[in-house]
């Protein structure tokens, strides 16, 4: 009787033992380069296949090489038995794998079989890390501090889960927070350099010289009045305006006004510091004084006077000719 039952508790032990079994071992076919296959909380992943149809794996992130003249090859808890593989080159072949996990990774409970790295799910990680996807991450921070970056630029930041840090670049212009933004420039934003070398000061004022010191522009004035991309020297006069000694240009004066210089009065003549004669009615901003100190237009008027003068004495000439033979 006591055999009988023993007998018995064997039968029902090796069923167990073999449905257990039965349950941890599964066939995969059709299994290609980086494709996966899971089984009881265990994932595999296919690296590539070489020429002697040797496997490299990847089980929940440990590597690991299946080789293809050995029955089984155990990868971080998996025991793998390659069944075929269809070579056609390293990056594809058709393959078909038997897979058996000793445990169930994933129940809650971690067994003599199992460790943190083959199973952190059941096992758990070190403190410094978290099990993610049965692969035990360590974190990269725990606090803002462990995140700085030395780059006042970027906002630093410890958050996640594992926690990891994050640099966050500042786009905003904001005057002493030590950051100048690509989109930001020294009018914007304090912290922002003016100058590198000098031509970054350029200002396409041609009467100014500009020069880089210490970052910042410097531009200093050679003297002279900007007018249609050209400098004109103190003194020069364009149509009804001229140079100044503050180097503006200054409208010129009408008659009675009181002067120092020819060229600040509109007829050119100043005269115990008043402006007299005429004034003289200058149409463009371009007529430019000749070295004789008469406008083009106080030319034209001259010659016009000229030619009068000329005609009228000629047909007084002429009149009095007509008369005399009359007489």
């Known amino acids: 009787m006591m055999v009988k039952k023993l007998f018995l508790f064997m039968l029902l032990f090796a069923g167990l033992s073999l449905f257990l079994v039965s349950g941890l071992t599964k066939t995969f076919e059709g299994l290609n380069v980086n494709k996966t296959a899971e089984l009881n909380g265990k994932t595999l992943k ?22 293809y003249g050995k029955k089984e090859s155990e990868v971080n808890g998996m025991i793998i038995s390659i069944l075929t593989v269809d070579y056609i080159g390293p990056a594809y072949a058709d393959i078909s794998l038997e897979l058996a996990v000793p445990s169930k990774c994933g129940d809650g409970a971690c067994n003599l079989s199992e460790t943190k790295q083959s199973c952190c799910k059941d096992c758990g990680c070190n403190k410094d890390s978290l099990c993610v996807g049965n692969v035990c991450v360590k974190e990269e921070c725990d606090s803002i501090s462990a995140c700085n970056d030395n780059n006042s630029c970027t906002i630093d930041t410890c958050e996640g889960s ?6 966050s670049p500042i786009t905003a212009c904001v005057n002493g927070d030590w950051c100048c933004p690509t989109s930001c420039n020294s009018k914007s934003d304090s912290d922002c ?30 003297g002279g009045c900007q007018l249609n ?15 100044s000694e503050k180097s503006e240009w200054v ?20 005269s115990n510091s008043l402006c007299g004669g ?19 237009t106080s030319k034209i008027l001259i010659i016009n006077v000229g030619v009068i003068l000329i005609l009228a004495t000629y047909y007084f000439v002429r009149l009095r000719k007509i008369e005399a033979k009359e007489e």
């Open 46 to 67: 296919i690296l590539r296949v070489s020429p002697s149809f040797d496997l490299f794996v990847e089980v929940d992130g440990v590597n690991g090489i299946v080789d």
């Open 193 to 222: 350099e003016e100058c590198q070398k000098d031509e970054d000061c350029e200002d396409d004022n041609p009467c100014t010289i500009n020069s880089c010191f210490s970052n910042k522009c410097l531009s200093n004035l050679t």
């Open 162 to 167: 594992p926690k990891k840090c994050v640099y």
């Open 278 to 296: 005429r004034r003289i009615v200058v149409e463009t901003e371009t007529d430019l004084l000749d070295s004789s100190g008469l406008s083009t």
């Open 229 to 243: 991309n050209t400098c004109y020297q103190l003194n020069a006069v364009s149509g009804e305006k001229y140079c």
């Open 251 to 270: 409208f010129r004066k009408n008659l009675g006004a009181k002067c120092i210089q020819n060229y600040e009065c509109l007829d050119n003549n100043c």
